[in-house]
């Protein structure tokens, strides 16, 4: 293969190492770090295999590199090949899959017999929308702008000439209806392609849309003529996790990469922290989590490259939030301002949040400690929702 890309001017090595991360010093780094100097792309993780928790596996190892702006020109990802056409999906779960691959800037790699191809597979191969995102000339990948774990995902990124691709993808394992205020992400207004109908909403002032997918389905859009919104930064409160109240086995942990020196780590269904003295406008806000995971998924264990934490406002009923892969170095590689919708909150006196592991059920095929906890950061004033 590397001879094969010389022969069409790809002169540099081809790197196929499986996202496993080496020692650079005492620190542990990833392929999208250590690759550059040799190679124009690096591989993500290690196989893919035919099976939806595969590409969700690859998916949520993929975030923390788009976040990071470690992947982009000269320095592309590599999701291994597609499965588009083999067995082991279903047609939504391909559509998903590719559209994932392709918003990501991911190389394209076809991994079917293509003399016996479907008609319906060729077609998400051949999808035009898709192929040009991927070939666009900004290269800026889709970065997750939300998870509502166990619903949908909701990704978005920037294209050459001020169009945005937009991204959601199912994780509620049945059919749903998933909808997006533009407003998300901070646009008043656009023309909306949907990338799979290719039917183009032809309405003045389109603010919003939405559509019925199966399960694992998503909906790929691509947004034009775009009217930004005016957004106000919020007034936003931080609370570090080291100073709340620990329980069971759950402990502070030197952590330089971390705010403030200190993350609270060994957060299992019987240890958890609770952080005091939070006060928010909202009833439902959106908190930011600042947090470390580095517990690495690969095709053997089938680890989701996510951990599970169970939070609760106010001690009402916990919400499971599947916090993705920060990197690799438990004491550096900080995720920040990772969204997750809260309700419960008094929005005239103090709240407080309870984070803990995952309960039996939730662990089950995965870690059975959550992520660990470096803060929160809610809105004081009146929210405003996040904007690319």
Not at 157 to 176: E, H, Q
Not at 214 to 228: C, D, F, I, T
């Amino acid at each position: 293969m590397w001879e094969a890309l010389q022969d069409v001017g790809i002169e540099e090595m081809l790197i196929c190492q499986w996202g496993t991360p080496y020692l650079n010093g005492s620190t542990p780094e990833g392929p999208a770090e250590w690759t550059p100097p040799i190679s124009t792309s690096f591989r993500v993780s290690d196989d893919i295999s035919n099976s939806w928790p595969n590409v969700e596996r690859i998916a949520n190892e993929n975030i923390h590199v788009n976040l990071r702006g470690l992947n982009g020109p000269g320095n592309w990802s590599d999701m291994d090949m597609l499965e588009v056409g083999n067995e082991g999906l279903t047609l939504e779960e391909q559509k998903s899959h590719f559209a994932l691959w392709a918003m990501s800037k991911s190389t394209l790699m076809i991994g079917t017999n293509v003399a016996e191809i479907s008609d319906a597979a060729k077609g998400i191969l051949m999808n035009e929308g898709l192929l040009a995102i991927n070939q666009d000339d900004l290269g800026e990948p889709i970065k997750i702008v939300q998870r509502y774990s166990n619903d949908h995902d909701l990704y978005a990124g920037p294209l050459a000439g001020g169009d945005v691709a937009v991204l959601m993808v199912d994780s509620s394992n049945a059919s749903n209806t998933l909808a997006l205020e533009f407003s998300k992400l901070g646009i008043e207004s656009a023309d909306a392609t949907d990338l799979w109908s290719n039917k183009k909403q032809t309405l003045c002032n389109v603010s919003g849309y939405n559509a019925t997918v199966a399960p694992h389905g998503s909906v790929a859009l691509r947004l034009s003529n775009v009217k930004l919104a005016r957004v106000t930064k919020p007034e936003l409160s931080y609370y570090g996790a080291a100073s709340g109240s620990l329980d069971g086995s759950a402990a502070i942990q030197d952590c330089p990469g971390c705010s403030e020196g200190k993350k609270v780590g060994y957060l299992t269904a019987n240890s958890s922290v609770t952080i005091h003295g939070i006060r928010t406008s909202q009833t439902t806000s959106n908190v930011r989590f600042d947090y470390v995971n580095c517990d690495v998924g690969y095709l053997a264990d089938q680890k989701p490259n996510y951990r599970t934490a169970a939070v609760s406002v106010n001690g009402g009923a916990a919400q499971m939030v599947n916090f993705p892969l920060t990197g690799y170095a438990w004491t550096l590689d900080v995720l920040t301002d990772f969204l997750v919708e809260l309700s419960g909150f008094d929005a005239e006196g103090e709240n407080s949040i309870t984070i803990s592991g995952p309960s039996m059920q939730a662990a089950e095929g995965n870690s059975e400690y959550g992520p660990d906890i470096d803060r929160i950061v809610v809105v004081a004033g009146d929210e405003e929702e996040p904007c690319l």
